[in-house]
């Protein structure tokens, strides 16, 4: 049975999320105008003015802003209110370039952690539950945002931070630890870590994870799930939007409900910067309706997914976006190929290999290449050179199936692959540091 946090709003029909997206894009629109003279000047440029502006389907009149906008803006150029009313600093955890600074108020974050609530609520969390919160707290978004929310629900909640396992786990188990929160691949890798220690999916008291931050697959979800007993739920958001929770699963897992009532969704053509309709993929693109401290108009996420309005079993009317299909700026182009690493980890859940793994590309006599590093399990593990080698083929084949390249496969000895606490490092690209 579907529980809501805030069902008035959740729940809403049609008409009045409209209406409410109406009445905050006028009057958010105005106020940006008025108080970011970077914003102001790029709608100048574009000849439109806060009048042009008189409901939500106005807003492909807008400007888009794109992190190229927020590194010429740092690190006060877009702060919508005054410094004296901002009350929190959170920081993308990037490592190119300046970071990404967002200001909070504090009505920030207040509905960043109703976001939150939102989707804690929707993994089934009540005050009953015990909520572990092992994304990184700090500048990073994944803490502060689960642990706001957890509050709201009336979870006891485990502030953790990442990191740690063995004490993740002494806790999960001490505490009975209901609801989990950390990266996909740092919930994979507990669950192997409770594996090593003899501990079965049902010795724990699990029932639900809150998974994102990171692109990860069906097959991984299903991995995880089996593993730790669980059902699986996908969360996502971006700093520049507040952080976790501009959507969440719930428990038909087929998708993520944006909440509409703060966030706007677009799905543009990348190339063009045309909008498209509903069904179609592209890049996503999300105006904060009612952000005070950093309210960003139609910014462009790079974040490649479909967005979806048919009806949901669970009762909410929001629409919903599909897991990100990759990013229109990280997609690999190798010999010409577009690749995600996405696809690459398809196959190797689908071969029953583990999702520790890492991609190598490479430039080689001005010819890509790309290598795949896969972990072996223990019962996996062969001395058998030959064994392995065909094993590897068989890998390279299934690869090559579905990239249309190849890939040349090297499977590692167990406990090879770096594991991470935070998001994963899935690809190295060499050509990069040329
Ligand atoms: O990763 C916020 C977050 C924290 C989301 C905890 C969910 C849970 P950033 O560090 O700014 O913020 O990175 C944002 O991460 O544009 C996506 O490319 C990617 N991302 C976030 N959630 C998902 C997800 C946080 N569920 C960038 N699936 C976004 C795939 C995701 N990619």
């Known amino acids: 049975m579907a529980n809501y ?20 894009l006028v009057k958010q629109v105005r106020h940006v105008y008025d108080n970011v003279p970077y914003y102001r000047h790029l709608m100048e440029e574009k000849g439109v003015t806060p009048d042009d502006i008189r409901s939500i389907d106005d807003i492909h009149k807008l400007p888009f802003l794109t992190k190229a906008d927020l590194r ?15 009350v929190r600093i959170q920081s993308t955890s990037g490592t190119t370039g300046k970071r990404v600074v967002a200001f909070y108020t504090q009505k920030d974050i207040d509905l960043w952690e109703d976001c939150c609530a939102r989707a804690i609520v929707a993994a089934g969390g009540t005050n009953e539950d015990v909520c572990q919160v092992c994304y990184g707290y700090g500048l990073f978004t994944g803490g502060p945002g689960l642990n706001g929310g957890s509050h709201k629900v009336g979870c006891l909640t485990l502030p953790m931070s990442s990191g740690n396992t063995d004490r993740q786990i002494q806790f999960m188990m001490d ?8 990266t996909p691949s740092y919930a994979a890798f507990i669950a192997e870590t409770l594996a090593e220690k003899g501990y079965k999916p049902e010795d724990n008291k699990l029932k639900a994870g ?46 993520m409900h944006i909440n509409e009532d703060h966030f706007y969704a677009e799905i543009i053509d990348p190339e063009t ?24 108009l139609r910014y462009r996420t790079r974040d490649i997914c479909v967005l979806s309005r048919k009806k949901c079993s669970c009762g909410r009317t929001h629409v919903k976006m599909s897991k990100p299909m990759g990013r229109s700026d990280d997609m690999l182009i190798i010999r010409g ?59 390279e084949g299934a690869i090559r199936t579905m990239l249309g390249i190849g890939a040349k496969v090297h499977l590692t000895d167990p406990k090879t692959i770096a594991r991470s606490e935070g998001k994963a490092v899935r690809v190295i690209d060499k050509r990069k540091l040329v």
């Open 5 to 24: 946090y805030q069902p008035e709003i959740e729940c809403a029909s049609r008409e009045e999320i409209v209406r409410i997206q109406n009445e905050k």
């Open 72 to 86: 010429e803006a740092y690190p006060y150029g877009l702060l919508g209110t005054d410094l004296k009313n901002c």
């Open 175 to 182: 505490l009975g630890s209901t609801i989990l929160c950390c």
């Open 210 to 255: 809150i998974f994102g931050a990171e692109p990860w697959t069906e097959e991984m979800r299903r991995d995880i799930e089996a593993k730790l007993g669980i059902k699986a739920y996908d969360i996502y958001g971006l700093t520049e939007t507040t952080g976790p929770g501009v959507s969440f699963e719930c428990e038909e897992q087929t998708g």
């Open 273 to 296: 910067g045309e909008v498209l309709p509903e069904g179609s993929k592209g890049e996503l693109v999300f105006t904060s309706l009612d952000k005070e401290g950093f309210p960003l």
């Open 337 to 395: 190929v577009n690749v995600f690493p996405s696809q690459i980890e398809t196959v190797l859940l689908n071969e029953g290999y583990s999702p520790n793994y890492q991609i190598v590309v490479d430039r080689v006599n001005n010819t890509d290449t790309l290598d795949v590093y896969v972990e072996l399990t223990p019962d996996q593990f062969s001395d058998i050179i030959s064994e392995n080698q065909k094993k590897e083929k068989a890998l």
